[in-house]
């Protein structure tokens, strides 16, 4: 695993931008939500990277196969990790704490301002 990052490391940063930038266009979490809709598909993804992971660990796949896994295995969990900090922060971002504060502000305003009486 050392090899494939002294070798790959500029397609690995390439990975992880990539996996920012897709975390960050695509995520449509709201805040203080829970985890949203797409919690399927990340466990999916954790689960065939977590195979993935002890394939390559346990030595099962040999030779240039192993390899493919073993690389695909690193590929797959740096962009992962990109996604999830990208949409963490789309989630806690400037726009997001805005957009949060925005009904309070208009609660708090309506609350403080009287209610006008109708002429009878």
């Given at each position: 695993m050392q090899y494939l990052i002294v070798q790959f490391w500029q397609w690995l940063l390439g990975a992880f931008v990539l996996g920012l930038v897709v975390g960050v266009m695509f995520a449509r979490r709201k805040p203080g939500s829970s985890l949203g809709q797409g919690w399927l598909w990340i466990l999916l993804y954790a689960l065939v990277l977590g195979v993935g992971a002890v394939l390559a660990a346990s030595d099962t796949?040999?030779?240039?196969?192993?390899?493919?896994?073993?690389?695909?295995?690193?590929?797959?969990?740096?962009?992962?990790?990109?996604?999830?900090?990208?949409?963490?922060?789309?989630?806690?971002?400037?726009?997001?704490?805005?957009?949060?504060?925005?009904?309070?502000?208009?609660?708090?305003?309506?609350?403080?301002?009287?209610?006008?009486?109708?002429?009878?």
């Amino acid at each position: 695993m050392q090899y494939l990052i002294v070798q790959f490391w500029q397609w690995l940063l390439g990975a992880f931008v990539l996996g920012l930038v897709v975390g960050v266009m695509f995520a449509r979490r709201k805040p203080g939500s829970s985890l949203g809709q797409g919690w399927l598909w990340i466990l999916l993804y954790a689960l065939v990277l977590g195979v993935g992971a002890v394939l390559a660990a346990s030595d099962t796949v040999l030779g240039e196969q192993g390899f493919m896994v073993e690389t695909a295995v690193l590929f797959g969990g740096v962009y992962f990790a990109g996604c999830v900090i990208g949409a963490i922060y789309r989630g806690q971002g400037p726009e997001a704490v805005a957009a949060a504060e925005a009904p309070a502000e208009a609660a708090s305003e309506a609350a403080a301002t009287p209610a006008a009486k109708p002429d009878a």
